[in-house]
């Protein structure tokens, strides 16, 4: 009675393994995407920036050149720098919330306060 569904999902399982690197394999067009961003970013002066990589690690700092094939960030408090690859770059963030968030805030407090104020006024309607 147990063996079916245990079989069944090995077999799922052995199946879908192979699957796996290529599901988190990097697609050109992402490359395409970091490199745009990060030229983007250097010609708006924006080079503060937070480098997530493929490997898990982290690399803060502004970006000081841009080649073909990689960057180079230089670290804000000890100036070592550091090149980076297009291909290893997972996410590349600026410093700080960026607009839409700080829009959503905005309009989430601006709910609040005038859901607060319905609410008040409703109770008071007939004081």
Known sequence: ???????????????????????????????????????????????????????GSEVKGHITQTSENGFTVANDKTSARTDIAYADVQNVEGRGMSKTKKVLIGVGIGVAVFAAMVAYAFTHFWD
Do not use: S, W, Y
């Open 1 to 55: 009675m147990k063996r079916t569904p245990t079989t069944l999902f090995l077999a799922l399982a052995i199946f879908l393994c192979p699957l796996g690197p290529a599901a988190r394999a990097q697609q050109p067009d992402q490359t395409a995407k970091v490199k745009a961003e990060v030229t983007n970013r250097l010609n708006k002066k924006e080079g503060h920036v937070k480098v997530k990589l493929r490997n």
